[in-house]
């Protein structure tokens, strides 16, 4: 009896062992027969340190793809944001002149600096400091927490706006990221081990110059690739085909599609004057960005167009400007 009950132990464990393998073998053998051709060059590479406010280009500097987003040094995109006095995040759909305010890096890269229109610099250290106050909020129904960065930066903040309480978060890479495939509208879409920090969707935003040149020709008054708060700019390709990109590799990054980028209000605010418009660009990408009815995402899209393509990482590496820009296409 006691030889069967080891017997069937012995096999239940080598076929458990058997079938995972077999399962490991036939992904990476569909992982290495998928065949990616060249599709453009980076032509420029933006982190945007704070939720909402200015990006730092990085032309000369190569930038790592993380697990959770671009990040350069201890600096990670998105690893600042703004909250109210009841924790809730705020951004420039509230308050537009949020774009005006300009990030820098100290020349050790161990302070960010802020500035803004008459008033004096604000020096953060890029590291969260833990001895401050813990504070749990949520981004779309995704919970995140980040050390309040001081009552400095809370006077600073309200010499700005008109809105007074509003403090300023920093995340830390010991804190758990956002679970993107815990969205309650996105979710299929990622992966179990996809974290970002105060980003709204995915860990990254990727447009082509040749779809910004395509909607200016279609606007009276043109806009600027700032009005999208991309990560990844790419030339050297036809307008809009980042949209059939499924899966991209630049540098020794590789990453994987979401979903196209469907846009709001944030777009209609000039990233110079802080102003927001009432209809552009909006009203014209919903001329000819809508999704079809048939689409997968038509319903969680809703009204909003599409500009611009999120991915999700698949393999960490670092990019730079210049970088062919390889993808599987659909």
Not at 248 to 259: N, P
Request: charged content about 25%; proline content about 4%; glycine content about 6%.
């Amino acid at each position: 009896m006691l030889y069967n009950q080891t017997f069937g132990l012995i096999l239940a464990i080598s076929s458990t062992f058997i079938t995972t393998y077999a399962i490991y073998y036939l992904t990476r053998k569909r992982k290495s027969s998928k065949r990616f051709i060249e599709v453009g060059r980076v032509s420029d590479i933006i982190i945007y340190p704070v939720k909402s406010f200015k990006g730092i280009s990085f032309h000369d500097d190569e930038v790592e793809c993380s697990m959770r987003g671009l990040k350069y040094g201890s600096l990670r995109d998105r690893k600042f944001m703004v909250v109210n006095e009841n924790n809730r995040f705020a951004t420039a759909r509230q308050e537009p002149t949020m774009q005006l305010i300009e990030p820098s890096l100290s020349d050790d890269r161990q302070n960010l600096i802020l500035s803004a229109k008459d008033q004096e610099p604000l020096r953060l250290p890029v590291n969260a400091d833990l001895a401050q106050p813990l504070v749990h909020t949520s981004i779309f129904g995704l919970d995140i927490c980040g050390y309040e960065c001081g009552k400095a930066a809370e006077a600073w903040l309200s010499k700005i706006f008109k809105y007074q309480g509003y403090k300023l978060l920093a995340h830390d890479d010991d804190l758990n990221g956002r679970k993107l495939a815990d969205d309650p509208k996105w979710k299929s879409k990622s992966l179990y081990k996809d974290e970002a920090l105060f980003t709204d969707l995915a860990q990254y935003l990727l447009i082509s110059e040749a779809s910004l040149d395509d909607l200016n020709t279609r606007l009276d008054k043109s806009v600027t690739m700032a009005r999208f708060r991309p990560n990844i700019v790419v030339n050297r390709c036809s307008a809009f085909a980042e949209d059939t990109w499924s899966e991209i590799k630049i540098g020794s990054a590789h990453l994987y599609q979401t979903h196209l980028c469907g846009r709001c209000r944030m777009t209609l605010v000039d990233p110079e004057t802080g102003v927001m418009a009432q209809n552009e660009p909006l009203k014209t990408l919903r001329k000819f960005r809508m999704v079809d009815s048939s689409h997968p995402d038509a319903k969680a899209l809703g009204v909003a167009p599409v500009f611009g393509v999120n991915f999700n990482i698949v393999e960490v590496g670092n990019i730079k400007v210049g970088d062919i820009v390889y993808a599987t296409v659909e």
